[in-house]
T-cell receptor, first 114, second 109 residues
Framework: IAGITQAPTSQILAAGRRMTLRCTQD?????MYWYRQDLGLGLRLIHY???????GKGEVPDGYSVSRANTDDFPLTLASAVPSQTSVYFC?????????????FGPGTRLTVL | GQNIDQPTEMTATEGAIVQINCTYQ??????LFWYQQHAGEAPTFLSY??LDGLEEKGRFSSFLSRSKGYSYLLLKELQMKDSASYLC??????????WGAGTKLIIKP
């Protein structure tokens, strides 16, 4: 593994189904983030984790949950998917959550909820 | 509220210079980032400014004026591979990035 990986690459999901998007990084970064990107809008933060064992809510957390059991993994779960959750989801990480730390992004997961 | 504004789309000619502007209003300021995003790909880091002035990195430069809430990204000697979206993001008082919607740059031969 080099950098950040996400799985799956893309997914079509029926409304009401549960779905977990996976994210793994091998850079030993403390901070990790989940964003969604929709056409015409900037990246919007869903949830974040400043260090293993802690998580926080971002701008658009409703309908999503996360866990951070270890440094490397940061899965995002949609408990009961709805069509408005159709989006491209990016996982990112940074050395720390402080000023000046650039975020490195995974390749993204394209999710369609029907 | 927090707001980042940048033009939706710009067009420039190969070999020319283009300036992409970004204005912001955020709760606190802990630096401004520029990212490049090619279609269908992830954003990649270009530059970071926390103090006023110009930061130069090869063909790309980024300028910041904190008093005006303003930044620009300057791309010189444009190449076709520079066709991409350019994202402006400000780190707020909670150390979270607030993102603009991005500027799609189209390079013509």
């Amino acid at each position: 593994i080099a950098g950040i990986t996400q799985a799956p690459t893309s997914q079509i999901l029926a409304a009401g189904r549960r779905m977990t998007l996976r994210c793994t990084q091998d850079m030993r970064h403390n901070a990790m983030y989940w964003y969604r990107q929709d056409l015409g809008l900037g990246l919007r933060l869903i949830h974040y984790s400043n260090t293993a064992g802690t998580t926080g809510k971002g701008e658009v957390p409703d309908g999503y949950s996360v866990s951070r059991a270890n440094t490397d993994d940061f899965p995002l779960t949609l408990a009961s998917a709805v069509p408005s959750q159709t989006s491209v989801y990016f996982c990112a990480s940074s050395g720390t959550s402080g000023s000046g730390n650039e975020q490195f992004f995974g390749p993204g997961t394209r999710l369609t909820v029907l | 509220g927090q707001n980042i504004d940048q033009p939706t789309e710009m067009t420039a000619t190969e070999g020319a210079i283009v300036q992409i502007n970004c204005t912001y209003q955020t709760s606190g300021f802990n630096g401004l980032f520029w990212y490049q995003q090619h279609a269908g790909e992830a954003p990649t880091f270009l530059s970071y400014n926390v103090l006023d002035g110009l930061e130069e990195k090869g063909r790309f430069s980024s300028f910041l004026s904190r008093s005006k809430g303003y930044s620009y990204l300057l791309l010189k000697e444009l190449q076709m591979k520079d066709s991409a979206s350019y994202l402006c993001a400000v780190m707020d008082s909670n150390y979270q990035l607030i993102w603009g919607a991005g500027t799609k740059l189209i390079i013509k031969p």
